[in-house]
Nanobody, 122 residues
């Protein structure tokens, strides 16, 4: 079992930055690929970014590429999502998730956090 707890969400203005954190406990974090997803009201959960077990491989959705950066610190069992140049369309609940492979589909992830709200106003 892996427990995931997100933090760092909030309300910001367009163009601002936020850094989300995801603290993992339970089985060793480094055994898992970690991903960030988001879900806006009335929309399906969508892939944002993922990072390989030792951080050497990353993958991003086109909607966030060049603005968001995923990273991990396995010594701290923590994954981060640095979000720059935020836009109103980035408003969503952001979820951290753990998987055995580097998937973009939510169905590929075995463990999920409770989510943290990010609201971007224009």
């Amino acid at each position: 079992q892996v427990q995931l707890v997100e933090s760092g969400g909030g309300s910001v203005q367009a163009g601002d930055s936020l850094r989300l954190s995801c603290a993992a406990s339970g089985r060793t974090n480094s055994n898992y690929v970690m991903g960030w997803f988001r879900q806006a009201p009335g929309k399906e959960r969508e892939f944002g970014a993922a990072i390989g077990r030792i951080g050497g491989i990353t993958r991003y959705a086109d909607s966030v590429k060049g603005r968001f950066t995923i990273s991990r610190d396995n010594a701290k069992n923590t994954v981060y999502l640095q979000m720059n140049s935020l836009r109103p369309e980035d408003t969503a609940v952001y979820y951290c998730a753990a998987a055995r492979g580097l998937y973009v589909e939510a169905s590929g992830y075995d463990y999920w956090g409770q989510g943290t709200q990010v609201t971007v106003s224009s």
